[in-house]
């Protein structure tokens, strides 16, 4: 057994078959993958990793397997299950995962290729375990899968504590050991026992005030475009494909960037945080239902558009449309009075959250400080958005004066 000291859980214990999973090369790699990818340019103390959040993970659903009384072959796959369930993750976290997606069709749970074969294969085999079971457990599948992957999973109450610890903002604080506690599985379902409706509504809030702070802070959401359309750049030559590109770290991702004319000057920017500021900074109900929905091509085009407008070089020119706001966390199961419902049929809170995330939603343009103001006038027209006078003011500045805290 391997003891680890652990910022968040204090010791950690590793057992059984998660000890020599501990040394295998995926599992080393995620030491060189960050949790928050471009977080760290708003929150300088955000450089923690996946391999420790994957500790993590591997802790709560160890403590979660005890209290739920499941022991035996069943437990290891979990807890392999808790340990792995990140080894797919690209560089740069979820940055360019859209990105890569697009190239191979698999996003960081669909693992099976990286485990049927190669050292994680053979330490799971040696154990007696199947890799393919494993892999569908990352992915959320079976009963105990949404220990993995599920609205209440270990995942996600790792990620929540973890995050808020190394940004030093309050939000993210839950009680997971009362959540663990508290977890039960009747007819397949994993839901909250008796009376923790407020605990289940406790992830939903800490999601709730993580986003727009942490996980969506502007610069950060800047930070990650350009990223993105370094990827997209260097996909377009001959420099690398996105099979090879997934499988790297984060340094990795870097030097190539470096490495190559076509994105030399995005890396330069990120590696100086002279980074692109916001020519537009606009709210959901101004956007056309059009551009809400428009794929990749389209955004680009709009982007092009925009760019010849402002009479900028096109790769000034960053359009960012995140998708609609959801909230997956709702759909967390509860027991009331011996009935299994969602949290969304019995919290009103639920309700309140959605429409504040509605209200934080934000769609930007984003180009170098000296032409944003060009730059945002151009897109309020190609764009067709329905902006009142005062935003539109706004946009010709480059300034949303509620939002300009880090923008430094």
């Given amino acids: 057994m391997a003891t680890i000291k652990d910022s968040v859980h204090d010791h950690i214990e590793i057992h059984g078959v998660a000890e020599e999973l501990l040394d295998t090369p995926p599992v080393q790699r995620l030491r060189r993958i960050g949790q928050l990818g471009t977080v760290d340019l708003v929150y300088p103390s955000a450089n923690h990793t996946r391999f420790e959040h994957s500790l993590g993970v591997y802790h709560l659903a160890d403590r979660a397997l005890d209290h739920l009384g499941i022991e035996g072959k069943q437990a290891e796959r979990v807890r392999s299950a808790a340990l792995l369930h990140d080894i797919g993750h690209c560089p740069y976290s979820h940055n360019i995962e859209g990105v890569l997606y697009r190239h191979t069709g698999k996003y960081h749970d669909e693992v099976h290729d990286l485990i049927e074969s190669g050292p994680v294969a053979q330490t799971l085999t040696e154990h007696g375990l199947n890799p393919d079971r494993i892999a569908d457990l990352i992915s959320g599948e079976g009963e105990l899968g949404q220990l993995v992957s599920g609205e209440l999973d270990v995942d996600r109450m790792d990620y929540l504590v973890r995050d808020a610890h190394h940004t030093g903002v309050p939000y993210g604080t839950i009680d997971h050991e009362r959540l663990i506690r ?209 935003r539109i003011r706004d946009v010709r500045t480059g300034i949303n004066a509620r939002l300009d805290e880090f923008d430094s």
């Fill in 182 to 390: 508290e977890l039960r599985l009747v007819d397949g379902d994993l839901v909250l026992d008796e009376n923790n409706v407020q605990s289940a509504e406790s992830l939903l809030l800490a999601r709730a005030l993580m986003n727009p702070t942490v996980y969506k802070h502007h610069v950060a959401r800047i930070a990650k475009a350009m990223l993105r359309r370094g990827v997209e750049r260097v996909l377009e030559t001959d420099v690398t494909d996105a099979e090879r590109l997934r499988r790297m770290d984060d340094y990795d991702l870097i030097s190539t960037l470096r490495a190559c004319s076509e994105t030399e000057r995005i890396v330069r920017r990120l590696d100086r945080r002279e980074l692109f500021k916001r020519a537009l900074w606009t709210e959901l109900d101004s956007v056309p239902g059009d551009l809400l929905s428009a794929d990749h091509e389209e955004i680009r085009a709009f982007e092009r558009e925009i760019a010849d407008e402002a009479n900028v070089d096109r790769a000034d020119v960053v359009l960012d449309v995140p998708a609609k706001p959801t909230m997956k966390e709702s759909s967390s199961r509860v027991l009331v009075n011996g009935e299994v419902r969602t949290l969304a049929e019995q919290s009103t809170l639920v309700t309140a959250l959605e429409q504040a995330q509605r209200d934080q939603w934000r769609m930007g343009v984003y180009a170098p400080p000296e032409s944003s103001e060009r730059v945002g006038t151009a897109a309020v027209r190609r764009l067709g958005l329905d902006l009142d006078g005062t």
